[in-house]
Structures are given as C-alpha cells and as structure tokens.
C-alpha cells in the first residue's frame, strides 16, 4: 500500500476490512479527525509522515462522533458476515487514545462486535503515552488486546526514531504503560542512520520488556512505504533472530509479523 492509498483509506471512521499480518482479516475504526495526523509520536517510519499529511493539534474538522462510528459499523454489518473477520482493531491516522470520546467509541466497538461479528477480537494500537490518565485505562481495559508501541531501549533511540511531539523520557513512558494491564508489546525494527537492531540497542529494549512483563511480543518491520526514505526494512531472518533472544533472554513468547 502507498501512502496516499494508506492515507486516503484511514480517512474515514471505518475502513477496511483489511489482511493484517497479525490480527487476520481486520475491521479498522478511526476515531480522530480526517484530514492530517493527531499524534503525540512523530515516528520516522510513519508511512503517513509526509508533509502533505502534517501533525495538526487544531483539531479541524472534528472527531467523528460514537453515533457516526456506530452507524458505519452497522453499514459494515451489512457487507461482511458473522464469519469474515478476525477483529475490529481501533487505529488510525495518529493515537486513538488522543480521541475524547474513546471511553463511548470503544463501548460503540464491542457492541457492534457482540452483535455482528462474535468471534473477532477488539484491539487498539496505542504508543501507551497517555495510559497514566485513569480514564483511558478503564476504556483500555475494556478491550480484547490492548498492543502497545515500543520501539527503543534507550532516550536517545526514543527520541530519534518515536520523535516525542512533547518532552517525554523513557522511564516516565514505561511507568505509563506499566499501568495497563495484559499488554501485547509491539515493536517496529528499522535499519538506516537510525538503526534499533543492535546489540546494545537490543539489550537495552529487553531490559525494558523484562520490566513490563507483558502477555507476548509482536516483532516486525516496514511493510508499506515510509515518509523518510532513508528507513529501511529489517529481513526477516534478523527479525527471527530477534525473537529467538527475546526468548532466550526474558522467556517472553515473541513472534515476528
């Protein structure tokens, strides 16, 4: 997918079904604003990072309501059946948990899911930074699988590759994530000037994983184009390589995607 098709397709409040690498045939819903990226990450594999797509925090136009989000799933209800997917999987153009209403959005989510599509799983991919606010746990916690971004071991490799939009350490966002609970970590694994593969990059990214304990660890690499065109995909054997330590090392299951 390019970026424009990845951009024009996560536009909408839902979109999709989509095949994803790991969460099957996969039902998107987009609770933030058409139109540019709300994000507090400004991550230099994004393949939405363009500077036609920009960071915006003016929050125009506005964020689809529960009620819109509701009638589009029922819409879809009416296209794929009980049996053709997998999950229903909160996303989007930017951090779902930026989204006002995601408390409503994720109610509207699971009812949607318990009424048309029983056996999919609801998911959210969230970078965990606003976790410490009580109000986006209790919706988190609502969810089937709640799968978190990290990405680094270190500031440094923070700041270079997830390019916090505000000052934000390593330390302060695990003890957010730390939080939440039942956690599927997913880590993103670039080669370039900015590179994570390493070992003391690795060493450092799993003291880390040890430390949030969570429920499996999702490893992959670029699949779409990504806006800095000096980012390159990690091949698949390094990627096992990966995995195979993670294991070894923490005796935490990870997969490569």
Not at 192 to 210: F, I, Q, S, Y
Request: hydrophobic share 40%; glycine share 6%.
């Amino acid at each position: 997918m390019s970026t424009l098709e990845a951009a024009r397709i996560i536009q909408e409040p839902v979109f999709g079904p989509y095949s994803s690498r790991r969460f099957g045939k996969s039902l998107g819903v987009n609770p933030l604003p058409p139109g540019s990226r709300l994000c507090n990450f400004d991550c230099i594999y994004c393949e939405c990072g363009t500077a036609t797509w920009p960071l915006d925090w003016e929050l125009r136009p506005q964020f689809p309501t529960p009620e819109q989000i509701r009638d589009e799933l029922r819409s879809a209800a009416t296209v794929f059946g009980p049996d053709e997917l997998d999950s229903i999987t909160i996303a989007g153009n930017g951090e779902p948990t930026l989204a006002p209403e995601l408390d409503a959005v994720i109610d509207v989510v699971n009812e949607s899911r318990d009424r048309d599509w029983p056996q999919a799983r609801t998911v959210i991919l969230t970078n965990g930074t606003m976790c410490h606010k009580r109000k986006v746990r209790a919706a988190l916690a609502k969810l089937d699988q709640r799968v978190v971004k990290l990405d680094a071991g270190t500031n440094w490799m923070l700041e270079q590759l997830n390019r916090p939009t505000t000052k934000l350490s390593l330390t302060e966002l695990l003890r957010r994530i730390s939080m939440l609970p039942e956690i599927i970590v997913q880590s993103m694994f670039v080669h370039g000037p900015v590179d994570n593969t390493g070992r003391k990059d690795l060493e450092a990214w799993c003291r880390w994983l040890a430390q949030l304990a969570p429920l499996s660890v999702q490893i992959y690499s670029l699949a779409r184009t990504p806006a800095k065109s000096w980012v390159r995909a990690v091949r698949r054997g390094e990627l096992e390589a990966i995995s195979a330590y993670v294991q070894s090392i923490i005796g935490i299951e990870a997969h490569v995607y």
